[in-house]
């Protein structure tokens, strides 16, 4: 079954720290470029993080630079989301995607999501 599953999502207190992971299965995550994208309530889903296939490039959105790092393990076909010094404007639904460039303008393959929730 070709699939993407993410997890590691809570709750979490300001400048607290989550890692994300998304997992691939059915399908060799290195082959493609993986984005992690975000939608918080009332708000339209935006990118947030890209890593290319074969590590070429690196996105990340002015708006968690510093504080988010995405990275892959190719040999457990996962990449993940290291996100520090998190913020309430950080709560959103969590997904992942993948699809051949990060500069793609339509997504193929989606995760279910994944809640982070940002909250003294």
């Known amino acids: 079954q070709v699939q993407l599953v993410e997890s590691g999502g809570g709750l979490v207190q300001p400048g607290g720290s989550l890692r994300l992971s998304c997992e691939a299965t059915?399908?060799?995550?290195?082959?493609?470029?993986v984005g992690w994208f975000r939608q918080a309530p009332g708000k339209e889903r935006e990118g947030v993080s890209c890593i290319s296939s074969g590590d070429v490039g690196i996105y990340i959105v002015d708006s968690v630079k510093g504080r988010f790092t995405i990275s892959r393990d190719n040999a457990k076909n996962t990449v993940y989301l290291q996100m520090n010094n998190l913020k309430p404007e950080d709560t959103a639904v969590y997904y992942c995607?993948?699809?051949?460039?990060?500069?793609?303008?339509?997504?193929?393959?989606w995760g279910q999501g994944t809640q982070v929730t940002v909250s003294s």
């Open positions: 059915g399908f060799s995550l290195d082959d493609y470029a």
């Open positions: 995607a993948a699809e051949a460039i990060c500069k793609a303008t339509s997504w193929y393959y």
